[in-house]
């Protein structure tokens, strides 16, 4: 075997047709599934319902899979689940996409070198695990466990995470912190002394007046938020949108100010300075439960709505305006942090500055305000082994990266550039396709997965990065096989949900808690899982006076709903250091940073260049749906589209319909071609494309050659130097006609 560092380059593998479910017997998937996405097919007999929880996005909504013959045959939204209210949204319901994908991965694959050519050879598991085993092991051995990290994404992870501690191995990054919700949960942190959540912790469905900020709800699916969304629509709450595209939300929205990108720091800066020199915020609220209103009203003080206006396109009265209207609505009003809002550079204070515009409102913990959900109380079984003594090191070099999240101690970005430097020798990748992940842009990823001395994919699908990793090893999908208990998040009714097999992994593919097994097993690590993961699940569940038996019936344990609001006078005793809501920090301007957000221009396009926005479709999850035929067979999920405002278009000649390439401001051209939608509903500034599309992997043969990436457009990386979330919204493109 030529696996390690005498290997100077991995050649990208093509893995071989004979290595993917396609070509094992794929079972026979009952008649109707793939002509209707969760149609039920006439006549099934003995059909039963397991009830257990999504995986296409992190909302992890109830699911109820209905089995019929040992197949699914649809999925459908549990009753039971709080999250998910007997609904699903689109992907969730197109699960079975996944589970019937005959682009599945089969088999455990080898990378090899015979006759001077790389490829994979199938392996048994046994042979697989315990060159992932060894290899891991050596380089433990060799360099220490700051040389091994895991990159991972999905809800599996847990029992490689318990894995990984067992030898120490703290370097553990998951992009979605980089580039998703990173500065939502640390501006928290900062602000309330709390981290937010998923779902985030707005009372939407109570709210009379909701302001977003270029935020996708309705285009992102959240399940539960869009639901209470629409209630609060019904109900007749307004909803206000900042955003330089007509969004699915601006489409709902008393007023959609198309603000010119990366200004919304001055924009939120006017906001303020319209309550507090109008005297329209919550004056007793602010000198009850704040600290810093002195500073925060010096530096807005000189952002008047005229200058803002002259910053961000917006005129000055529709600033008033909306400010005002706030205010009368408050403390029944919110600006939402939203998710995926890393653009710039300077999203901590961004998300700061919607913390202060909430706080301004006086709607801290108020119905249809700001307020702080509850999880439900399980406890932690002892550990059932003496845990082996290595010194946690904090990773991260950013100063306000969480210190307490065991699943995030670095960030994504960081390990990428470790591994190119050759600090970290060897990367365990778990459900993050690396060459299409936000983080360093495609050539960084492939470069440090270049790098390293080994490197292992634990997926589901052939996605790009299992081409060049040297060990494949394929994970059966979230129906079938069960997970750890879900009760990691909060809500109005906490609750705890179990993951539980629908049917049996086909193929060779295994779940990842028996995987995590093997290898700890192989290092002489025994006794660290449980003797089963039913057995493990049910020893915490007891603990809660509940069992497996009991819980498998709906998939859920639910507390009643908690009370959300605070009484009059209460104090609120936050775990910030000042023990009240900080409209400045101290912690920040100990750390040399503004205390509280100030507006700074951002570059601007070059001549004939247009800053490139992103965003999500309603049916696809990015590069998680990707694949999946079902989905991408609906009519606007089949590729992307880059959005062009008419008057751009017709300066480029560009015409609805026509495919371009896009070249990106460091001459990147997209590898594949794109539709040009012509569309009003886009600034003349920007162009807009939905991430997720543009895939080089043949073995993806649905997704293959479909759109451009945008990934691979991304050459300009900005990364908030406070916590280390990733901005890449400052990259500009213009457009390549084909000849
Ligand atoms: Fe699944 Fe949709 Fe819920 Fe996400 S929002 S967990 S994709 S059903």
Redesign the pocket.
């Known amino acids: 075997m030529t696996i390690g560092r005498n290997m100077t380059r991995r050649d990208f593998i093509r893995i071989s047709s004979i290595f993917l479910a396609g070509a094992a017997a794929m079972p026979a998937i009952p008649a109707g599934i793939l002509s209707g996405m969760g149609s039920r097919p006439a006549g099934l007999a003995d059909e039963k319902i397991v009830y257990s929880f999504?995986e296409?996005?992190f909302?992890?909504?109830g699911i109820a899979v209905h089995v019929s013959d040992g197949k699914v045959t649809k999925i459908t939204g549990s009753e039971h689940h709080p999250?998910?209210n007997g609904r699903?949204?689109p992907?969730?319901a197109g699960g079975t996409g996944l589970l019937y994908d005959p682009d599945r991965l089969a088999y455990p694959l080898v990378r090899e070198t015979r006759g001077g050519k790389q490829q994979y050879r199938k392996a048994t598991w046994d042979e697989a695990v315990t060159i992932v085993a060894e290899k891991l092991y050596r380089i433990h051995e060799q360099y220490g466990p700051g040389a091994i990290a895991m990159l991972h994404h999905g809800y599996g992870v847990s029992f490689f995470k318990k894995m990984f501690s067992e030898i120490g191995v703290n370097k553990i990054a998951k992009p979605s912190y980089d580039l998703c919700c990173g500065p939502a949960r640390q501006a928290s942190v900062l602000t309330y002394g709390y981290p937010s959540d998923t779902p985030e912790g707005f009372d939407i469905m109570n709210s009379r007046y909701m302001m977003f900020f270029g935020t996708h709800f309705g285009e992102n699916?959240?399940?539960t938020a869009v639901q209470e969304i629409s209630e609060a629509i019904r109900r007749g709450a307004k909803i206000v949108v900042f955003d330089p595209r007509y969004s699915t939300l601006a489409g709902k929205a008393e007023h959609w100010l198309p603000i010119k990108p990366a200004t919304d720091i001055a924009m939120m800066q006017a906001l303020m300075h319209v309550l507090i020199s109008e005297n329209i915020y919550d004056k007793p609220f602010v000198e009850q439960h704040t600290v810093g209103f002195g500073e925060l009203w010096d530096s807005v003080r000189e952002m008047t709505p005229e200058k803002a206006s002259e910053i961000t396109d917006i005129p000055a009265e529709a600033i008033r305006t909306v400010a005002r209207e706030y205010a009368f609505h408050a403390p029944a009003a919110f600006v939402h942090s939203g998710r995926r809002t890393n653009w710039y550079g300077d999203a901590l204070q961004r998300i700061r500055a919607i913390h202060i515009l909430n706080a301004l409102a006086g709607n801290f913990k108020m119905p249809g305000g700001v307020v702080a959900f509850q999880k439900f109380p399980l406890p932690q079984p002892p550990a059932a082994h003496e845990h082996p003594a290595y010194e946690k090191e904090a990773y991260s070099k950013y100063p306000f990266f969480p210190q307490d999240e065991p699943s995030n101690t670095i960030a994504s970005h960081e390990i990428i550039q470790q591994a190119i430097a050759g600090d970290i020798r060897a990367l365990f990748i778990y459900g993050v396709n690396l060459p299409e992940t936000m983080t360093l842009g495609r050539q960084a990823a492939l470069d440090a997965l270049q790098k390293v001395d080994f490197s292992v994919a634990v997926d589901v699908l052939p996605a790009e990065v299992t081409g060049y990793v040297d060990v494949v090893l394929p994970e059966c999908t979230y129906l079938e096989r069960y997970d750890d208990l879900d009760n990691g998040r909060a809500f109005r009714t906490p609750f705890v949900a179990l993951r539980q097999p629908a049917v049996k992994p086909m193929f060779d593919s295994k779940p990842g808690s028996e995987i995590a097994r093997m290898i700890t097993d192989k290092w002489g690590l025994h006794g660290v899982f449980a003797p089963t993961v039913e057995a493990g699940l049910d020893k915490k569940l007891k603990l809660a006076g509940s069992s497996l038996e009991e819980i498998k019936k709906k998939g859920v344990l639910v507390m009643p709903a908690t009370d959300l609001y605070r009484k009059s006078g209460e104090p609120l005793n936050l775990k910030t250091p000042s023990g009240k809501v900080e409209l400045a920090s101290a912690q920040l301007k100990a750390g040399g940073f503004d205390a509280v957000p100030r507006y700074t221009p951002h570059p601007e396009a070059p001549e004939g260049y247009y800053r490139m926005l992103t965003g999500r479709k309603p049916m696809l999850?990015f590069g998680r749906t990707a694949n999946n035929r079902f989905l991408g067979d609906l009519a606007t999920a089949k590729e992307n589209e880059v959005w062009v405002n008419t008057g751009v278009a017709f300066s480029h000649s560009l015409s609805d319909g026509e495919y371009v390439k896009l070249k990106n401001q460091a001459g990147v051209v997209s590898e594949f071609p794109v539709k040009v939608k012509v569309t009003e509903r886009i600034r003349r500034d920007a162009v807009y494309m939905v991430h997720g599309f543009g895939h080089n992997s043949k073995q993806l043969t649905w997704a293959y050659k479909k759109g451009a990436s945008h990934n691979q457009l991304i050459s300009r990386t900005d990364i908030d130097q406070a916590m280390g979330a990733v901005g890449f919204q400052n990259n500009f493109v213009t457009f390549v006609k084909e000849a």
């Open positions: 999504c296409h996005c909302w992890r909504c999250l998910s699903l949204c992907r969730g699916m959240h399940n999850t």
